[in-house]
């Protein structure tokens, strides 16, 4: 009895000193963060460190954290010895790679090659973390945000003074306010219903839309309230961030522009094609940017454009141009139009709309020479050259033939077989493939939601899929919250980002070996699903690193799914950015090599500042305080 008095007296003392540790660590823990915070990061961690604290429970019976797994070389994790990567210059919080506009003033102006996309060679890229300028604090929730987005996240007044009367964006005190208007429409929602009268947005079979010179993206911010989800893009230029204000509005851009090089769209994606006062020149080059929007839309889909030259009677003195010049430009509109097999549907005041066809029951106009597209792959246009030629539709023999190639309507095309795989378009997936593909996706989803609650909420907004493979990771998400940019890598084994416009989702090709076409902080939260596989042994995992933080936003979550040798290399790189980061097991157990790292972004600010913002415990989204903000 005495020795097993002893023994228990000494195994209660044990927990008294390991609780007495714990709770030391705890304050040590505390008074660190406290006082780093107060040298180069804000004091606003509190989702970081909800998220950290909550992954330090298992959340499912299966599902193990702090894997401990060693690299093939044998070192332990925790022996590795980490660099800490520095804050870079002020100047760069709103650097963008590919498009840096002290570079584009050095290039040819003609056919806008100057805000095509030129990145730095190796030896010119940035090795330093991009900060946040002074004072800026996390987007308002959607849908408050389409309507006020804070300055000190975008501090640039110039859109303000040019656009002003074009009721696009105004600054009122600390806030942008966007009215809802735009180049040629005065308030979106009048302008969208006119639309309506024509085209049918409000069946689900207008779902995919793409805004070719978009400003501040208003017209996609305003089809969000009809489902209908519209890929934005505008050049980098010099007097207004657009696309990075779109971006804090929550709504999908890019930085892009109509040039020489084939938009990174596959053909036959999009549902509808917009331009309002877009500023492209339709008729030069042979119409070449004509046919280029003719290869994106799909057949039935719809092109409108708003402004010069329609309605050129009435405008052309407010235009500042000839009556001649405007007549003959909307003549070769009209003109290319017919060759292209678009039916002209409605031409009021400064808006035309045409309708295009199936070019089987085409007769094309012999006025012009038409030149047909010989590539055989017409969705390889990473850098290819845009021509001035047609390019082919799909071969129909039979009237079965066209049925089996319509689009459900949303949302049943969401999980609905997409014609590229029933016709065994995509070589490998088949549709028993596709199914499975649908069900492991709405298992991890379901397994991420578990493990940060915020997942699904208005938290995260936009969201990147940096692998998307065939969008079954943005389809088990799917929500009016949220919008997901599907990326599918240039050296993917399969071209697969037409089956995910299919479903009725967005995405992009793109070469993560290079910077992505957007401004720094534009992203919620960012998946990659063997990514880093997929790239090793091509360029450096750091800098994929340090482009996945450039553009997350400061308390934004990383996802990242790879075989467990990669992840925790990626691991060590990222306690180097200084990112809170957690180690998963698989979902089906510790023996599946793959594993999961989830990680979030601390508030780097630049000068050394701190970032104050408030926590509204309903959503757990934080925002500054404004003085009688709407």
């Known amino acids: 009895m005495n020795l097993l008095d002893g023994r228990t007296t000494r195994s209660l003392l044990s927990i008294m000193i390991i609780l007495s540790l714990c709770f030391f660590f705890y304050i040590l823990t505390l008074w660190h963060i406290n006082n780093d915070g107060s040298r180069e990061f804000g004091k606003s961690d509190k989702i970081a460190l909800k998220i950290t604290e909550e992954t330090e429970c298992s959340v499912l019976s299966n599902l193990k954290f702090e894997t401990h797994h060693k690299f093939k070389s044998g070192l332990n994790l925790p022996e590795l010895k980490t660099r800490v ?37 190796e030896n010119e890229k940035l090795h330093c973390l991009i900060p946040a300028p002074k004072d800026y604090i996390t987007p308002f929730p959607w849908p408050k945000s389409r309507d006020y987005v804070p ?30 208007g735009g180049s040629t429409f005065p308030q979106a929602d009048a302008y969208i219903e006119e639309l309506a009268s024509v085209i049918p947005l409000a ?80 008729t030069s080059n042979d119409g070449m940017y004509m046919m280029e929007v003719d290869r994106v839309l799909r057949p039935g889909g719809f092109w409108i454009l708003s402004g010069t030259p329609i309605n050129w009677k009435e405008n052309y003195q407010a235009w500042n141009r000839s009556m001649h010049e405007l007549q ?109 593909n649908n069900n492991l996706w709405k298992k991890n989803v379901k397994t991420y939601k578990r493990i940060n609650k915020l997942i699904g909420s208005v938290r995260y907004r936009n969201i990147m899929d940096m692998n998307a493979g065939l969008g079954g990771f943005a389809a088990a998400l799917e929500s009016p919250q949220l919008w997901v940019m599907n990326v599918v890598p240039t050296i993917s084994e399969r071209n697969t980002l037409g089956v995910i416009y299919e479903r009725g989702l967005i995405g992009i090709y793109h070469d993560w070996c290079e910077a992505f076409s957007t401004y720094p902080r534009t992203y919620d939260m960012i998946h990659a699903d063997a990514v880093f596989s997929l790239y090793q042994n091509r360029c450096k995992m750091e800098d994929i690193l340090l482009e996945m933080d450039r553009i997350l936003r400061p308390e934004g979550m990383i996802i990242i799914r790879d075989d467990v040798d990669i992840v925790n290399q990626i691991r060590r790189l990222a306690n180097s950015m200084r990112w809170n980061t957690r180690l998963l097991d698989h979902e089906d157990g510790p023996l599946v090599p793959e594993k999961v790292l989830i990680a979030v972004k601390k508030d780097l600010v630049s000068n050394e500042t701190t970032v104050l913002l408030t926590s509204k415990v309903t959503t757990c989204h934080q925002t500054r305080v404004f003085g009688g903000a709407p």
């Open 85 to 121: 990567l520095e804050s870079c210059d002020s100047q760069y919080t709103d650097y963008t790679p590919c498009q840096d506009q002290k570079q584009a003033m050095t290039l040819p102006t003609e056919n806008m090659v100057y805000r095509e996309r030129h990145c730095p060679q």
């Open 151 to 180: 300055y000190a996240n975008v501090p640039y007044k110039s859109s303000t003074i040019g656009k002003a009367f074009e009721n696009w964006v105004q600054l009122k005190g600390n806030l942008f306010s966007f009215p809802g």
């Open 203 to 282: 069946d689900g079979s207008i779902r995919t839309a793409l805004d070719t010179g978009c400003g501040v993206a208003s017209w996609g911010a305003y089809l969000l309230k009809r489902k209908i989800i519209t890929m934005s893009f505008a050049p980098r230029d010099s007097h207004g961030a657009h696309v990075q204000l779109a971006l804090e509005r929550g709504v999908p851009a890019v930085i892009g522009v109509l040039g020489t090089i084939k938009l990174p769209y596959p053909s036959r994606a999009f549902d509808m094609v917009h331009c309002s006062e877009c500023m492209i020149p339709w």
């Open 328 to 436: 003959e430009e909307q003549r070769k509109i009209e003109e290319l139009a017919s060759v292209l097999c678009w039916e002209k549907k409605y031409e009021k005041g400064n808006l035309a709309i045409w309708m295009k066809t199936n070019s089987s029951s085409c007769h094309r106009s012999e006025v012009l020479s038409v030149k047909m597209c010989k590539s055989k792959e017409d969705d390889d246009v990473w850098y290819k050259s845009m021509q001035p030629c047609v390019t082919p539709s799909l071969q129909v023999n039979r009237p079965d033939e066209i049925s089996s190639r319509q689009l459900k309507k949303f949302p049943d095309r969401l999980f609905a077989v997409p014609p590229r795989i029933s016709e065994q378009y995509i070589q490998g997936v088949s549709v028993k493939a596709y199914m499975e």
